[in-house]
């Protein structure tokens, strides 16, 4: 969590040399190896926790805090500031799209936990293939080796985004249907 300002400071340092035409690459490349160490240090982490069966409490509520951190402010800046030729960002469907489908999800934890539901917060797999598909659009415009548009990464990730956002409603809705049929 700490190295999320550090490259969102760079990354609006860099967009910002862009915007001027200055195109600070050293900049870009900072950011960059700033979103890649920040999210390899978390994969790590999460594997340690995992292997070695040091899962606590406090790390299953701090992870998808980081997690989500990095990826959002990462879709923020790379959809605001161009990071390149201009139009080289994330569009702002996708940006609201990512949005949309956590606060969607964090509200539905928030409504089943106000109900008195016990709420596991455990990932789903298509919420880790969303993870990865998001992180791979972030990478496309930050890395710009391949000169096709962001719309495309975007757009498989987009509908990955969607698939696992309607996973989550469904998995709530059955939350809340065990919860009815306690009750009667």
């Given at each position: 969590?700490v190295?999320i300002?550090?490259f969102a ?10 915007a001027t035409?200055e195109m600070?690459e050293?900049?870009r490349?900072?950011a960059?190896a ?17 292997r070695f069966n ?7 509520f701090i992870d998808?805090?980081?997690?989500k ?7 923020t ?9 201009a139009g080289w ?13 956590d606060a969607i ?16 917060i455990?990932p789903?797999w298509s919420?880790?293939?969303c993870t ?6 972030l990478?496309w415009?930050?890395?710009?080796w ?25 998995q709530?809705?059955?939350i809340?249907?065990?919860r009815?049929r306690?009750?009667v």
């Open positions: 969590m190295l300002p550090v400071i760079l990354a609006v340092a860099y967009g910002r040399s862009v035409g600070r050293s900049l490349w900072w960059l700033v979103f890649v160490f920040a999210a390899t240090t978390d994969g790590i982490d999460g594997w340690v926790a995992r040091q899962r606590s409490d406090f790390g299953a998808p805090l980081a997690d951190g990095l990826l959002l402010t990462g879709v800046v790379l959809g605001a500031l161009d990071w390149g030729e960002r994330l569009p702002l469907w996708f940006v609201l799209l990512v949005w949309l489908r999800i964090l509200f539905g934890i928030l409504y089943l936990k106000s109900g008195g539901q016990q709420v596991k455990a789903h919420g880790k293939l990865v598909v998001q992180m791979t659009a990478g415009v930050m890395l710009r391949i000169p096709l548009s962001p719309q495309w990464p975007c757009l498989v990730a987009g509908l990955v985004t969607i698939w696992s956002g309607i996973n989550y409603i469904q709530g809705l059955r809340l249907e065990d009815r306690l009750k």
